[in-house]
């Protein structure tokens, strides 16, 4: 079957993975490391490299600076087959990196050097580009400083040509929870998010009530996918007389974990691919868990990703 486009836009920037047994001592002090690995980074390019290894037809649009990082950040996307032709090289910044300290326990910490991370706008995206997909998704959105400001607007004017769309949060480095993210949530289709994630922004006790206070705020027809770790996901979805009508649970593959780098992207990209096939939203939530639990099982956040015959062979067994 013909599958629609998908357009990701969002920050482009490298991920230094460094696997530890216990946490850094400082002082001076040399500790050995199990691995140091360089991967692709940053939330919207693993969601990208997730949907294009689906089948997806996916483009990226976003910005890097004129360095070693820079190129091996296109190369890597176009080597998993993303159209990285709207992408943009600023040689006035370093491309974005970010050091992450990983535990075996899953647990790790993110050392993150800005550089060109914040710098697409919505004016950088070609119109003609926008017109050819179907889905525009958004990722780490706190990050998004040179979106931020127009994406709302924009995104209301995606719908309103026939466009759906997804946005993913992250974390919120300023700890503020806001940026503008609840004027874009009236025109987000999809929106993903972990427990942490979902109660900041809605100023919420629980997740319930934080749900429903993103629901509240999305279009009708709108759905919240919780990204819960290690016990997989859950997908709610209000309809148009503001019910909600499905209350999908589905639980992570077991397993042993290498780590957790860019595994709910990979249940983005997953869950994205299912919807543009028209598939249901459990079934989506399926094949987006599969995603993500198989991208933990190597180090980085997109050499684990599956394509659509192994994810639906794992979902059918």
């Not at 148009?240 to 042993?256: K, L, N, R, T």
């Not at 198989?294 to 062979?313: C, K, M, N």
Request: proline share 5%; charged share 15%.
């Amino acid at each position: 079957m013909s599958v629609p486009a998908l357009l990701v836009v969002g920050e482009l920037c490298a991920d230094i993975l460094v696997e530890l047994d216990a946490p850094p001592v400082f002082d001076q002090a040399e500790t050995l490391v199990r691995r140091t690995t360089v991967a692709l980074g940053s939330s919207s390019a693993i969601t990208a490299c997730g949907a294009a290894r689906l089948g997806v037809p996916t483009a990226m649009v976003g910005v890097v600076g004129n360095d070693l990082l820079g190129t091996f950040v296109t190369n890597e996307l176009v080597r998993r087959g993303v159209d990285v032709s709207s992408c943009l090289t600023d040689g006035t910044i370093p491309t974005g990196s970010s050091t992450i300290l990983t535990l075996p326990s899953g647990d790790r910490s993110i050392l993150t050097a800005s550089g060109s991370i914040g710098a697409v706008a919505t004016r950088h995206v070609p119109d003609e580009l926008a017109a050819a997909s179907a889905h525009v998704h958004v990722g780490a959105y706190f990050l998004q400083s040179g979106l931020q400001p127009s994406l709302a607007e924009w995104f209301a004017d995606l719908r309103q040509r026939g466009l759906t769309t997804s946005l993913d949060p992250n974390y919120d480095p300023g700890g503020t929870w806001d940026s503008g993210i609840s004027d874009v949530l009236p025109a987000v289709d999809i929106f993903f998010c972990n427990e942490q994630e979902a109660m900041a922004i809605a100023g919420a006790s629980t997740p319930q009530w934080a749900v429903t206070w993103l629901l509240d705020l999305m279009p009708d027809d709108a759905t919240v996918v919780l990204k819960l770790g290690a016990r997989g996901a859950v997908a709610h979805h209000r309809t148009g007389d503001g019910q909600e009508s499905e209350h999908a649970v589905v639980p992570a593959m077991p397993g042993s974990v290498v780590d957790t780098v860019g595994a709910g992207d990979s249940l983005t990209a997953g869950f994205l691919a299912a919807r543009l096939r028209s598939l249901s939203r459990l079934t989506a939530l399926e094949i987006g868990v599969a995603n993500g639990t198989a991208s933990t099982r190597v180090p980085g956040g997109i050499d684990g990703q599956l394509d659509w015959a192994a994810v639906t062979g794992l979902t059918d067994s």
